[in-house]
């Protein structure tokens, strides 16, 4: 039997571990600007709160407030790993707690056998805080998402029709860092410095950009594995997937920067805001 609150596991260099530290980060980030309240589908990263949290709570600002239940998929799985699925009762987000929506897991086990995630992870748990904030009363789903088209459709879709038949706002966030650049990845194709990074800001990066907005799911799954220009393609593949059976006409990137703007260095990461509109 899973433990009925599932505690943060990140220390404190991901995000501060105090409530009144994050209250007061949040309130330093939130423009209070009036956004479109109809997003339901987000793509945000998933690096420390240092280097890509603002781009991540500027992102989650755009959703819906009348979400029953958000979704957040994480990844750092390969193609033939099984999805995970945290089976906790409640989330502890720091600055309070959220419930687990097990009637939306028991209707997507129907379809997709989850695996229980009990390991130490930041793609989902450092979006938690954000969650808590800005929908207070919604439920979260945590999964992890392989990059695998089958399953990323089946989850969509199997989302999708839950929130149908239970007249539901059901929204689906893919958290996602993007290419890992420099010798401290094992990934330099095109030189170090300035022509490595050029080459991933307006090649690599640009692409799987490209692709996940215009509803090219299977290439986005493809390029980030061929390209690594993705550690989590299976997670950005389900928030797009889910934006276009819900309609939306395609996704719009509202923030891009790389680590190197925040800690200039041979050796960087990507990160991108993407909402579906």
């Not at 992870?121 to 805080?129: F, G, S």
């Not at 220009?229 to 059976?245: E, H």
């Amino acid at each position: 039997m899973s433990k009925e609150i599932r505690k943060r596991i990140l220390p404190s260099g991901w995000y501060p571990d105090k409530k009144e530290e994050i209250l007061k980060i949040f309130s330093e980030w939130d423009k209070k600007e009036q956004k479109n309240n109809e997003i339901k589908a987000i793509i945000v990263p998933h690096a420390g709160w240092y280097y890509s949290g603002e781009i991540a709570f500027y992102a989650f600002s755009f959703l819906d407030k009348g979400i029953d239940t958000v979704v957040v998929a994480g990844g750092h799985l390969g193609e033939n790993d099984p999805p995970l699925a945290a089976k906790n009762r409640l989330f502890d987000a720091t600055i309070g707690d959220i419930d687990n929506n097990i009637e939306l897991l028991g209707y997507l086990s129907e379809e997709i056998k989850f695996h229980e995630d009990i390991y130490s992870d930041n793609t989902v748990e450092i979006q938690l805080p954000i969650v808590k904030y800005f929908l207070p009363e919604s439920k979260i789903l945590w999964l992890r998402i392989p990059p695998n088209y089958n399953i990323v459709l089946k989850t969509a879709e199997a989302i999708h029709n839950y929130a149908l038949e239970n007249n539901k706002k059901v929204a689906v966030v893919g958290s996602v860092d993007l290419t890992h650049y420099g010798s401290n990845y094992g990934f330099q194709p095109h030189g170090e410095g300035r022509k490595g990074l050029k080459w991933v800001r307006e090649v690599n990066d640009k692409e799987f950009i490209d692709f996940v907005s215009s509803f090219k799911i299977a290439e986005a799954i493809e390029h980030g594995k061929c390209n690594f220009s993705s550690c989590s393609s299976g997670a950005a593949a389900l928030a797009a997937q889910y934006a276009a059976i819900s309609n939306a006409k395609g996704g719009r990137l509202i923030t891009y920067k790389t680590s190197y703007e925040i800690s200039p260095a041979d050796s960087f990461v990507g990160y991108a805001g993407i909402i579906y509109e």
